[in-house]
Nanobody, 122 residues
Framework: QVQLVESGGGLVQAGGSLRLSCAAS????????MGWFRQAPGKEREFVAV????????NYADSVKGRFTCSRDNAKNTVYLQMNSLKPEDTAVYYC???????????????WGQGTQVTVSS
């Protein structure tokens, strides 16, 4: 199995940028589709982005398309989520997850990180 640890969250003003990292151990990230999800207080966990095992194919939620970008560094066994033009509504705990398929449903992912808080002030 794989262990995931997110980092890079923090407090940023609207319009700013953050880059989240998700470091994997135990298995190679190239064995998995890697997804990003977020959960705001009182809301369900929602899909943000997913990258297939090779990193060639990505999907983004409409709310982040054009602002967020997935990438991966297989040598470091780490995936990244670059977040630009942040908005207050992006405030949430962000999670990375590993799964067998490039899907949007969080229930289809087997492994999860602990989450990192992103807060965007207006």
């Amino acid at each position: 199995q794989v262990q995931l640890v997110e980092s890079g969250g923090g407090l940023v003003q609207a319009g700013g940028s953050l880059r989240l990292s998700c470091a994997a151990s135990g298995r190679a990230i190239s064995d998995y589709a890697m997804g990003w999800f977020r959960q705001a207080p009182g809301k369900e966990r929602e899909f943000v982005a997913v990258e297939n095992w090779s990193g060639v194919s990505t999907n983004y939620a409409d709310s982040v398309k054009g602002r967020f970008t997935c990438s991966r560094d297989n040598a470091k066994n780490t995936v990244y989520l670059q977040m630009n033009s942040l908005k207050p509504e992006d405030t949430a705990v962000y999670y990375c997850a590993a799964g067998a398929r490039q899907v949007l449903n969080p229930n289809r992912y087997d492994y999860w990180g602990q989450g990192t808080q992103v807060t965007v002030s207006s």
